[in-house]
């Protein structure tokens, strides 16, 4: 048992301790919890005061960007479906609809085709954000129409956190314009555009600023058993190879293209010299062989000393940029897929909203179901493993 396991089973442990000493304020139906809280409300009002034109114009906007979104997602659907070769082929062969799921301890590699796994963490944390971001939104237009707001909360199955609310007084919301619905039913996914656009910025920022202070100074590697690297006990860092310096893996590649099989070679590490003779690679006898695996880049820092980076500080940057990247898929996507067309989620009531206005109500509400049971059966239809085509 890893230790991304034990950390993942030591915070349902935490979370099911307190769900049970709060059991008195949670409602409990078939493995779902749901806990309301109604403090701090008065924070959403002061965020929204004098700020109520600016948001006015910001949440149309919202409408629009959503919108066009919205369209977005009905195309990948109804492309990802039929017509997979219109799409880039990386896309058309893992498929663009899967469902996210949480991963511990390699589970993802046993999820099937139509399921993304993501480690625990990443997941719950981006979760998090991306929840916040989405009903905070609700709450702050609601808010802007003077609908009172009569709770937020979270939902969890069993002790792991599923999703959250805010719960509006939706009597209140029925009697708005149709714009100012379209506002509130927009806000959350907007929310999560934003959000996606917040990261961009913070991956853009972070690769600059990494390129700032560090840059690549060689390979970092383990040796394979009984091969020349192992038994001239080759270790440290690889910095250069012959007369040819090396900094990234596209240096060692262009470096061993040069030697040939029982070559004598020189390699230089941070450990010392090292004189190896080559030996045939295992797959293909006319190419060199060292001996070395789990290769990856090694950087030294580029302001006021040129030692270089620890692998723990290499591994933290790398864990914060996957987060982000994470995060920023996961953003875009809860936000395009709450857009479509489908009740209960947010683009079924935009979507029925904008058609009774367009037409009588009992029409609108018939076009909204007809086109939930459209995009539902998309949706099936990317997940099975069939592709109807």
């Not at 935490?14 to 109604?38: A, Q």
């Not at 990802?80 to 880039?88: E, S, T, V």
């Not at 202070?213 to 860092?237: C, K, Q, R």
């Not at 079924?348 to 049971?373: A, M």
Request: aromatic share 14%; net charge positive.
């Amino acid at each position: 048992m890893n230790l991304e396991i034990l950390s993942m089973l030591l915070f349902f442990s935490i979370v099911g301790i307190l769900l049970f000493r709060d059991r008195k304020n949670i409602k409990f139906t078939y493995g779902i919890i749901i806990r309301k809280w109604s403090k701090g409300k008065y924070l959403i009002d002061k965020i929204i005061k004098n700020r109520e034109k600016f948001l006015s114009y910001f949440g149309t906007f919202g409408v629009v960007v959503s919108l066009i979104f919205s369209f977005i997602g009905m195309y990948y659907l109804i492309t990802c479906a039929f017509f997979p070769q219109w799409l880039p082929q990386e896309i058309a062969i893992k498929g663009c609809f899967k469902l996210v799921l949480p991963s511990a301890g390699g589970a993802e590699k046993y999820y099937p085709e139509q399921v993304l796994g993501i480690p625990f963490w990443y997941w719950l944390i981006s979760i998090f954000i991306i929840i916040f971001f989405h009903e905070s939104m609700h709450a702050i237009f609601a808010r802007l129409e003077k609908v009172p707001v009569k709770s937020y909360g979270l939902i969890f199955l069993l002790a792991l956190p599923i999703g959250a609310f805010v719960d509006p007084d939706n009597n209140k919301i029925k009697k708005l314009s149709m714009i100012k619905k379209l506002r509130i039913y927009a806000a959350g996914s907007f929310g999560n555009f934003i959000l996606a656009l917040i990261v961009i910025g913070i991956i853009i920022g972070t690769n600059y600023t990494i390129a700032q202070i560090l840059e690549p100074g060689g390979i970092n590697f383990d040796t394979v058993y009984n091969t020349p690297a192992y038994n001239a006990s080759l270790s440290g860092i690889i910095y250069q190879i012959n007369n040819n310096s090396i900094k990234s893996i596209k240096d060692l590649e262009n470096a061993m293209t040069k030697i040939n099989p029982g070559e004598n070679v020189k390699i230089y590490t941070t450990s010392g010299t090292y004189e190896i003779k080559t030996s045939s690679h295992p797959l293909n006898s006319s190419r060199p062989y060292i001996g070395i695996t789990n290769i990856s880049v090694a950087y030294k820092y580029k302001l006021f000393s040129k030692d270089y980076a620890s692998k723990n500080l290499i591994n933290l940057i790398v864990h914060w940029q996957v987060f982000l990247q994470i995060l920023f898929i996961l953003s875009l996507g809860v936000g395009v897929a709450n857009m479509l067309p489908l009740k209960p989620f947010d683009g079924g009531l935009f979507f029925e909203e904008i058609f009774i206005n367009f037409f009588e109500t009992e029409i609108g509400k018939k076009l909204i179901n007809i086109l939930s049971f459209i995009v539902f059966t998309l949706i099936l239809i990317n997940l099975i493993p069939i592709k109807l085509i």
